[in-house]
């Protein structure tokens, strides 16, 4: 059994800033891509940014220069720095992660989500 959980959501004016993170447990043998996910009501889930086990990333050109994505492997665990926050940026917040659980499978695994709302 795979767990993901986020952390660090919160209300923030525009202009600010929160740190999201997200840590994988349970069995398995290791985590490969974690990635940041929102989703507005009312419309589809987005991609907001991934990282490989390398390390290389990739945005939404939404949030290109504005959020940062980094992994602690010791730790299983995700984060995104985000800042100067806009009210599009309003969204449950979502982490992924794929994650090898035994022989060679995969699961890909989902947190709950954690609501992120910025206001004017």
């Known amino acids: 059994q795979v767990q993901v959980v986020e952390a660090g959501g919160g209300s923030v004016q525009a202009g600010g800033s929160l740190r999201l993170s997200c840590t994988v447990s349970g069995s398995f043998v290791g985590v490969d891509i974690m990635a940041w996910h929102r989703q507005v009501p009312g419309k589809q889930r987005e991609l907001v940014a991934h990282i490989t086990s390398s390390g290389n990333t990739n945005y939404a050109d939404s949030v290109k220069g504005r959020f940062t994505i980094s992994r602690d492997n010791a730790t299983y665990s995700v984060y995104l720095e985000m800042n100067s926050l806009q009210p599009e940026d309003t969204a449950v917040y979502y982490c992924?992660?794929?994650?090898?659980?035994?022989?060679?499978?995969?699961?890909?695994?989902w947190g709950r989500g954690t609501q992120v709302t910025v206001s004017l």
């Open positions: 992924a992660a794929n994650v090898l659980v035994v022989d060679h499978r995969v699961n890909h695994s």
